[in-house]
């Protein structure tokens, strides 16, 4: 059984430029949420999907924006980036009727130059 | 909102030696309480919860934790460290009713042999 797998592992962009990463959920499960952690940080939460639909978001501008397919994948969308959007981008999965039990992917580590 | 204070940013000990990992959260009515581990270049593992129920919480690799209503903590403990517990570890805390959680900037743990 697969868990939570997030591609590319590595990417570097320029400031400016806009950046897809993508995110398959663990199998049986139909939440994502995406988180960005910066060097030295903890994660911060980004949004949440549910049902296609983003369901709760957190304090972050929007440049950063989503989307959830019918197969429960994801992506995070990055429009004009910006240097301090560098960081460690985490994508975990649930199962709604117990998601407070996250499991985290490997994450995306996103370096703007 | 909701914070998390992890109180020591790097903790050392020697293999064999007990530990605590103390966190510190701000007061709310209701509230679940996580520890999570990241080793180098991975995501982020659910080490143990606490919804409700008995403050006392068992986790994996032998790592408990107690929940202290009136003090706001929730300090992690290992009776017996090994090699293998260095890692990144992470304290989070979500308010009732919602899917956001907020996590603790993090607690390096150091084992030396």
């Known amino acids: 059984d697969a868990g939570v797998t997030q591609s590319p592992t590595h990417l570097i962009k320029t400031r400016g430029q806009q950046v897809t990463l993508r995110c398959s959920p663990k199998?049986?499960?139909?939440?994502v949420s995406w988180y960005q952690q910066a060097l030295g940080q903890g994660p911060q939460f980004i949004f949440q999907y549910y049902e296609e639909e983003e369901r709760q978001r957190g304090n972050f501008p929007d440049r950063f924006s989503g989307h959830q397919f019918p197969n429960y994948s994801s992506e995070l969308n990055v429009n004009a980036l910006l240097l301090g959007d560098s960081a460690l981008y985490l994508c975990a999965s649930s199962w709604t009727g117990q998601d407070y039990e996250q499991y985290f992917g490997p994450g995306t580590r996103l370096t703007v130059t | 909102a909701q914070s998390v204070t992890q109180l020591d940013s790097q903790v050392p000990v020697f293999e064999e030696a007990p530990v605590e990992l103390r966190c510190n959260y701000s007061s709310s009515v209701s509230v679940y309480l996580f520890w999570y581990v990241q080793y180098p270049n991975q995501g982020l593992q659910l080490l143990l919860k606490y919804l409700s129920g008995s403050t006392l919480v068992k986790g994996i690799n032998g790592f408990e934790a107690e929940f202290n209503k009136s003090q706001t903590s929730f300090h992690l403990r290992k009776p017996s460290v090994h090699i293998s517990d260095t890692a990144e570890y992470f304290c989070a805390v979500r308010r009732g009713g919602s899917y956001i959680p907020t996590f603790g900037r993090g607690t390096s743990l150091i084992v030396h042999p």
């Open positions: 199998s049986g499960h139909d939440t």
